[in-house]
């Protein structure tokens, strides 16, 4: 399966930006859907996730502000993500994963202006 992965920019405080990841496949067989992101000099940390297609997790940082969810019409992965804080500014990559099987996308670039 590859990723796709859009929708970065440069977002202002307290603004809005919505990711995309398109898969070449059908995301329907997908045991988890996540969103990953990794800021300079920081380790890639989990943003969210959506299991078999029914739990939905968000790492504290995120809880009320950003929402992950799934089009299988469109293979698409999406993440809202609203009052953006500086702190915010990562590479977010998409990630997918299928029993022992791991895929990433290539990355969209997040920055978050004070």
């Known amino acids: 399966v590859q990723l796709q992965a859009s929708g970065g920019g440069v977002v202002q405080t307290g603004g809005s930006l919505r990711l995309s990841c398109t898969a070449s496949?059908?995301?329907?067989?997908?045991?988890?859907m996540a969103w990953y992101r990794q800021a300079p000099g920081k380790p890639r940390e989990l943003v969210a996730e959506?299991?078999?297609?029914?739990?939905?997790n968000y790492v504290d940082s995120v809880k009320g502000r950003f929402t992950i969810s799934r089009d299988i019409a469109k293979n698409t992965l999406y993440l809202e993500m609203n009052s953006l804080k500086p702190e915010d500014t990562a590479v977010y990559y998409c990630?997918?994963?299928?029993?022992?099987?791991?895929?990433w996308g290539q990355g969209t670039l997040v920055t978050v202006s004070s």
């Open positions: 496949a059908s995301i329907h067989a997908l045991d988890v």
């Open positions: 959506i299991i078999s297609g029914a739990i939905v």
């Open positions: 990630n997918a994963q299928r029993g022992t099987l791991k895929y």
